[in-house]
């Protein structure tokens, strides 16, 4: 059974900064796309940031210049450095893999969610 295991969230005021992690663990091969999303008090879930396994990111508009993806593929973590907080980021930040290989050699196109981890901005 896949797991991913979210941490680095907090209370942080506004133009500071957090560093989200995210583990996924189980009989992975491999993850195609790692991915933040975040989900806001009466608002859907949004698309953050995806990190391919070879290398491309993308960032949604609110957060480019400010927020970074990165990943770890020999520990199947990814990473969302956060800077220059605003307290529009306040959500429930949320970690997916997707494209996700097992073992003995399973192709689940579908995303594995973590719990999701508080993000507080205060102002």
């Known amino acids: 059974q896949v797991q991913l295991v979210e941490s680095g969230g907090g209370l942080v005021q506004a133009g500071g900064s957090l560093r989200l992690s995210c583990e996924a663990s189980g009989p992975i091969i491999t993850i195609n796309v790692m991915s933040w999303y975040r989900q806001a008090p009466g608002k859907q879930r949004e698309l953050v940031a995806a990190?391919?396994?070879?290398?491309?990111?993308n960032y949604s508009d609110s957060v480019k210049g400010r927020f970074t993806i990165s990943r770890d593929n020999t520990k199947n973590t990814v990473y969302l450095q956060m800077n220059s907080l605003k307290p529009e980021d306040t959500a429930v930040y949320y970690c997916?893999?997707?494209?996700?290989?097992?073992?003995?050699?399973?192709?689940?196109?579908?995303?594995?969610w973590g719990q999701g981890t508080q993000v507080t901005v205060s102002s």
């Open positions: 990190h391919t396994r070879v290398g491309p990111t």
């Open positions: 997916a893999a997707t494209g996700t290989t097992v073992e003995p050699s399973d192709f689940i196109p579908d995303p594995y």
